[in-house]
């Protein structure tokens, strides 16, 4: 039984949750078709974690629930600003390219659940070397690093983003599908799987995708991406998708062991863990490192 759960939960959610999406838009209730579906998908995690966790340390607070909580209000005000900003400067480029070109550069005819897969590997591949370069370069990591501050993994960490890290994040996602003139019931659809997945991802849930793994950069590909040590966590960078990661030579999925389930910031032992010293970590880096060597 706890195996079956483990293979199903996953695609049973997010099917449900595309399904709920689809009764909105199709209802023109545009507004409702990400918030109803990827709030309902939380909450039933929330009540999955309490009941089959992988690890029962990962259920014990950290003292970061507050903090994690703070994040999601910051990421959520930050996602839609840059979505807003996004939308407005690119939908008039879209227009013009398409009057150029004189035929549209996204199928658009396509069922929207055609157009659904095509969107998340499209705007997964400079997502992809975004993240990929935000663990290379120092002056993105210090943006990045937040994010994997975390000493457990659990649903609500998929908001756990410095307000920098998801605002480029969101841009260079977002703003390929835009120029490319993907419609706006794709682009909701897109944030309900972003949403969805986010949650899974890195849920405290007993998860086994098998095949779909291959597709998805889900838990079991994900929970290595935040290990402490740099030879797992520098790989798996999709954040949707791990289409990418194949493409390039970054996945990475030992099936002989387990992901650690310690995890955080080795060699940043001083990182900041309350909500606003987070914030102000890209401006304190300097002293953040410098800790490490005086330790």
């Not at 209802?27 to 966790?53: N, Y």
């Not at 863990?273 to 490192?289: H, K």
């Amino acid at each position: 039984m706890r195996q079956l759960f483990a293979r199903s939960v996953f695609p049973l959610v997010l099917g449900s949750a595309l399904l709920g999406s689809l009764y909105f838009l199709e209802s023109g209730q545009l507004q409702l078709a990400l918030g109803v579906p990827a709030g309902s998908a939380a909450l039933l995690i929330l009540l999955l974690e309490r009941r089959v966790p992988l690890h029962r340390s990962w259920q014990r607070s950290h003292g970061d629930v507050h903090v994690d909580l703070a994040h999601v209000v910051s990421v959520s005000t930050t996602t839609a600003a840059v979505q807003a900003g996004v939308v407005l400067a690119a939908l008039p480029v879209a227009g013009a390219l398409r009057t150029h070109l004189g035929t549209p550069l996204w199928p658009t005819a396509w069922p929207w659940l055609l157009q659904l897969p095509l969107a998340l590997v499209v705007a997964e591949l400079p997502k992809y070397w975004l993240h990929r370069l935000m663990h290379e370069r120092e002056a993105l990591w210090r943006l990045h690093a937040t994010h994997h501050s975390s000493p457990r993994l659990y649903f609500l960490n998929a908001a756990r983003f410095h307000p920098f890290d998801i605002g480029l994040d969101t841009l260079v996602g977002l703003l390929p599908l835009v120029v490319l003139g993907c419609g706006p019931e794709v682009l909701v659809l897109f944030a309900v799987v972003s949403a969805v997945h986010g949650y899974f991802q890195h849920a405290n849930l007993v998860l086994q995708l098998g095949p779909l793994n291959y597709f998805f950069s889900m838990a079991e590909l994900h929970r290595w991406h935040h290990s402490k040590l740099p030879e797992e966590a520098n790989r798996n960078y999709g954040q949707n998708v791990i289409v990418w990661d194949l493409v390039f030579g970054t996945f990475f999925w030992p099936r002989h062991r387990e992901p650690p389930e310690e995890i955080g910031l080795a060699d940043l032992p001083a990182f900041p863990q309350a909500f606003w010293r987070q914030l102000a970590s890209p401006f304190r880096w300097r002293r953040i490192t410098q800790a490490l060597s005086l330790g």
